[in-house]
Each structure stands twice: as C-alpha cells, then as structure tokens.
C-alpha cells in the first residue's frame, strides 16, 4: 500500500529533538544529509556546518545541493587543518578552538530565533572527543534553541554524557570496508 502524504508539503516541527549519528562505521554524515532532504522536503529550512571540512572540499552532497532549490543550506569553517598534521601543532589547535567556539555563539542565536527548523552541526563529535570544542558551547545550543529546532550531530566518539541528552542515538559500525582491500574513497560514492 503506498504512503500517503498531504498535498501541503510545509510542516514545521512542534517539538525538536536532539539526534546522534555517531560510531567507526561508514554513513554518518550521509544519514544526515538525507534526514535534512527530508526535512526540506517538508518546507522546512535547513542549515548544515561542517566542521573540519572547509569549503575547499569538494564533496558530492554539497554538489548536488548547490544545483538545486532546496532550503538546505550548507556552511563550512574555513580554517586550515589538516586531519594528520593539525593535531600535533599547538597554534592550529588553538586557532581551531577559537574558530569553532565563535561559530557555535553564532549557531547559538540562530537556534534560539529559529532562523533554521533543522540544524546539523556534522563532526561536531569528532571536535568533542578531540577536544577542539567544550561540552558547555555545544549545550548552549541545545539549551538555548527555540522549542521546534530539530539539532542532529555527526561524527565518532559520542560520550556517555552526550548520549544521555540525546533523544535518538545511532551507532554505526564498521563490520567490512574497502580500504581493508587497498580501494580508497571514490569520488560520487565515499564524497
């Protein structure tokens, strides 16, 4: 029996949850761009962060989205940082910390004015557990946001503590993945 939807597409949320995609599996940052095409699928604005990946980063998500008219709408820090390098280096630690606290204040007034329905902060995890950003600035966007904002976070190494605030928390885990193999991301499939 097919699904029957209303003619109206817009719906905004009454009750906005806190979501987690988290774990050493592939699909983190898919899932939730998918979840945000869904959302503006029903009308409702979306904003995505990435954080630690610039907008120098050429992914297909973003691709597909700039060619269409969506109301999903995609930023990225554009401070230099390199996965492997940036960790040993004191100075673009430092500077990483400053950035992402500045840009969640910002997010912060955007959740409480509910300038966005969904906000998708994508490996503001992985800036947790590499402690690159404080639990405290990342609560505040959970505590200060407007009663129908959607917050959904990606990335590996969810504490216990993050989880507990959580209201929907998914793991995915790796159980089989091509590079085992030698075979490295491919462009259209892995970004």
């Not at 029903?42 to 995505?48: A, C, D, E, H, W």
């Not at 930023?75 to 280096?89: A, G, I, N, T």
């Not at 204040?105 to 998708?120: G, T, W």
């Amino acid at each position: 029996m097919p699904l029957k939807v209303s003619g109206d597409i817009s719906f905004m949320l009454e009750k906005g949850l806190v979501q987690i995609y988290t774990g050493d599996g592939k699909g983190k940052t898919t899932a939730a761009f998918g979840l945000a095409l869904r959302a503006a699928g029903r009308g409702n604005k979306v904003l995505i962060f990435q954080f630690l990946k610039p907008s120098s980063l050429d992914t297909g998500e973003r691709n597909a989205l700039q060619s269409g008219n969506l109301k999903i709408r995609v930023e990225s820090l554009d401070e230099p940082w390199d996965m492997v390098k940036s960790f040993q280096d004191e100075q673009a630690i430092r500077r990483m910390q400053k950035a992402i606290g500045d840009v969640l204040d910002k997010l912060a007034q955007d959740a409480e004015k509910r300038l966005y329905d969904v906000l998708i902060l994508d490996e503001i995890i992985f800036c947790l557990s590499k402690n690159l950003v404080k639990f405290d600035d990342v609560m505040r966007i959970i505590n200060r946001r407007a009663s129908g904002v959607e917050i959904v976070m990606t990335g590996r190494g969810a504490t216990k503590e993050l989880i507990e605030i959580a209201d929907l928390v998914t793991e995915m885990k790796c159980v089989k993945h091509p590079f085992e193999k030698g075979i490295f991301a491919r462009k259209g499939i892995d970004f």
